[in-house]
C-alpha cells in the first residue's frame, strides 16, 4: 500500500568499502545520463529536475557518503562533459544537490522507514531550503522559485517513482 510505511534499512557505506565508490559512479553516471535524455525536450531539464534523481535514491538508501558523493560528482562532471548546468548555476546546483543527499540519509537513518510521506518530507526540505539559499546568493526571487514552479513534475517523479525504486530496494544489502 502506498501510504503505509514499510521497515526500511539505509546502509552507512565506508569509505574503504570498493562497493561505495562503485555505487557513487552507479548513481553519478545515473545522472549523467537521465538529464540527457530530459534535454532533448525543451526546458526538459527545469520541469524534470534530473540531475536531482539518482542522488535522492543514493542517499536514502546507501547513506550520507554515498549520496554527497554522487552529489558533488554528478553536477560537476555533467557541467564539464555536456555544459549543463553551465558554470553560473553550478553553486547553486551543487548546493541543492547537497541538500538533498543530507535530508535524504538524514531521513531515512532517522525514521528507519520508506513511504511516500518520507520521500515528500525530503523533496520539501531540500527545495524550500534550497530556494531560499538561491534567493539568498541570486537576489532573484523569480529564479530561486523556479524548481517550486516548473520543477513540480520532476518533483512529484522523485516522489514517486523514488519511493517506487526505494520500496524495490529495501531488501538489498551489500
Known amino acids: 500500500m502506498i501510504t503505509t510505511p514499510l521497515p526500511f534499512q539505509p546502509?552507512?557505506?565506508?569509505?574503504?568499502?570498493?562497493?561505495?565508490?562503485?555505487?557513487?559512479?552507479?548513481?553519478?553516471?545515473?545522472?549523467?545520463?537521465?538529464?540527457?535524455?530530459?534535454?532533448?525536450?525543451?526546458?526538459?531539464?527545469?520541469i524534470f529536475l534530473p540531475i536531482y534523481f539518482f542522488t535522492l535514491i543514493a542517499a536514502y538508501k546507501f547513506g550520507i557518503k554515498v549520496g554527497l558523493a554522487t552529489a558533488l560528482l554528478s553536477p560537476l562532471a555533467n557541467s564539464l562533459l555536456f555544459g549543463m548546468p553551465p558554470m553560473a548555476f553550478l553553486p547553486v546546483i551543487l548546493i541543492k544537490s547537497c541538500l538533498l543527499a543530507i535530508a535524504a540519509a538524514s531521513i531515512a537513518e532517522y525514521s528507519k522507514k520508506i513511504s511516500?510521506?518520507?520521500?515528500?518530507?525530503?523533496?520539501?526540505?531540500?527545495?524550500?531550503?534550497?530556494?531560499?539559499?538561491?534567493?539568498?546568493?541570486?537576489?532573484?526571487?523569480?529564479?530561486?522559485?523556479?524548481?517550486?514552479?516548473?520543477?513540480?513534475?520532476?518533483?512529484?517523479?522523485?516522489?514517486?517513482?523514488?519511493?517506487?525504486?526505494?520500496?524495490?530496494?529495501?531488501?538489498?544489502e551489500c
Do not use: R
Request: charged share 10%.
Open 116 to 172: 511516500i510521506f518520507q520521500i515528500v518530507l525530503v523533496v520539501l526540505v531540500y527545495q524550500l531550503m534550497g530556494s531560499s539559499i538561491e534567493w539568498m546568493i541570486t537576489q532573484n526571487i523569480s529564479s530561486a522559485v523556479t524548481d517550486l514552479t516548473t520543477g513540480i513534475p520532476g518533483m512529484l517523479i522523485q516522489v514517486f517513482l523514488g519511493w517506487y525504486l526505494l520500496k524495490k530496494l529495501a531488501d538489498y
Open 11 to 46: 546502509l552507512q557505506l565506508k569509505w574503504s568499502d570498493f562497493t561505495t565508490y562503485f555505487l557513487v559512479l552507479v548513481f553519478a553516471a545515473g545522472n549523467l545520463i537521465l538529464p540527457q535524455l530530459c534535454h532533448l525536450i525543451p526546458s526538459g531539464g527545469l
